[in-house]
């Protein structure tokens, strides 16, 4: 039976009694729970390069805190992990909602597992989790299987902040799974604007799923997300669908061959699969390994890794000035007036601007 503690109602019924309730949990339950030792940046280092994926997920939760003395924790181990880190293939998996992302990702994770053994780490980038106060994309309930398998780690996206915050701190997620013996990762990630840039900053291989419909594929894609693609599959390749999947992959074959060849060589593929039937998922793993094999013995591998490894320093910076900015109390105070003083017409925007730098680098 689940314990009235954790029932909401049991919580609601307390808070607005208006009584001072007597505790009825157990004191020396309570304590023992209350006790436990707040693990040191070294405890948390130590249970990941163990592989013990409860320790694991509480690194990642110190990851995503907005409080700075979590964040003291999380850079200490996030930095004692780095060595221990680089070693998986990284998959990005894009595709607008609907496009059966966490069904294929179900069925792709099984696969891999099945195929190649190791540990699997499902991660998620979804911008929208900030309004939403919380991810759909990387729900354990989403991915039936995957969810109770042994060597599988799902983690939702992480909610707090922007774009460029919330994919860092999966970046840094990344770290920390690899350091836990995670050799694949997916991250995932809704197909409708940037967050896809962010994604494919952090990946080996970046697929996209896409869906047959009405004849007009291509319109609905833009072509910059297209471009990023090493690899575009189109979805529910089942039933009646089967003849427009592949006039949809041919639309999109030709259309791969009108851009100019990636920097990494590799022509990217088109192919057709049923997530929800499993039919084809061996193919789309061939092409992925085997764009992994030509892309390590041509060097493109690394140098992708090490042009994500910069691109992610100026993403640090930028954060960092930005959340240092906004964040500082004397800004804030001035931040409502000089913003009236642009409406008034008083001021220039950039006059407005400059001021409120100004004063925030005198501060420093
Ligand atoms: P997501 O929003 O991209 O994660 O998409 P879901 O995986 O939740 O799938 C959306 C809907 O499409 C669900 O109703 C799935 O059952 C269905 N679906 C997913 N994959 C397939 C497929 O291969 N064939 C068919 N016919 N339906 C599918």
Excluded at 139 to 149: A, G, I, Q
Excluded at 359 to 364: I, S, W
């Amino acid at each position: 039976m689940e314990h009235p503690e954790n029932n909401e109602e049991y919580k609601g019924l307390v808070v607005n009694s208006g009584v001072e309730q007597p505790s009825i949990v157990n004191p020396y339950l309570q304590r023992g729970r209350f006790a436990r030792r707040r693990l040191t940046a070294d405890d948390y280092v130590e249970g990941i390069l163990k592989g013990n994926t409860a320790i694991l997920g509480q690194a990642v939760t110190l990851v995503e805190s907005t409080n700075p003395e979590h964040q003291l924790i999380a850079q200490e181990v996030i930095e004692k992990c780095l060595p221990y880190s680089g070693n998986s293939i990284r998959i990005g998996i894009s595709g607008v909602p609907g496009a059966g992302k966490s069904t294929s990702i179900d069925e792709f994770g099984i696969h891999v597992l099945q195929r190649t053994g190791g540990r699997l780490a499902v991660l998620a980038i979804d911008p929208s989790s900030e309004k939403t106060k919380g991810s759909i994309l990387g729900d354990k309930t989403r991915m039936e299987k995957l969810s109770v398998h042994p060597d599988s780690f799902i983690r939702p996206s992480p909610s707090a902040g922007s774009l460029g915050g919330v994919a860092r701190k999966t970046r840094e997620t990344i770290i920390l799974c690899e350091a836990a013996g995670f050799d694949k990762i997916f991250v995932e990630t809704v197909g409708v604007g940037q967050s896809e840039t962010a994604c494919h900053s952090m990946v080996d291989f970046f697929l996209l799923i896409q869906l047959a419909g009405t004849g007009d594929e291509l319109q609905g894609i833009k072509r910059g997300i297209m471009e990023m693609a090493d690899g575009i599959v189109i979805n529910k390749c089942d039933g009646d669908n089967v003849d427009a999947c592949h006039l949809a992959a041919r639309q999109f074959q030709n259309a791969l061959h009108l851009f100019p060849m990636p920097d990494s060589g590799w022509l990217p593929k088109v192919l057709c699969y049923s997530g929800f039937y499993g039919l084809g998922i061996k193919e789309v793993w061939d092409m992925i390994y085997e764009y992994i094999d030509f892309v390590r013995q041509n060097g493109y591998f690394q140098h992708r890794r090490a042009e994500q490894a910069k691109y992610w320093m100026y993403e640090s910076i930028h954060e960092q000035l930005l959340s240092g900015f906004y964040n500082n109390a004397t800004i804030a105070s001035l931040l409502p007036r000089a913003e009236q003083s642009v409406l008034d017409g008083q001021k220039t925007s950039f006059i407005a601007a400059k001021q409120l730098l100004d004063t925030y680098f005198a501060l420093l």
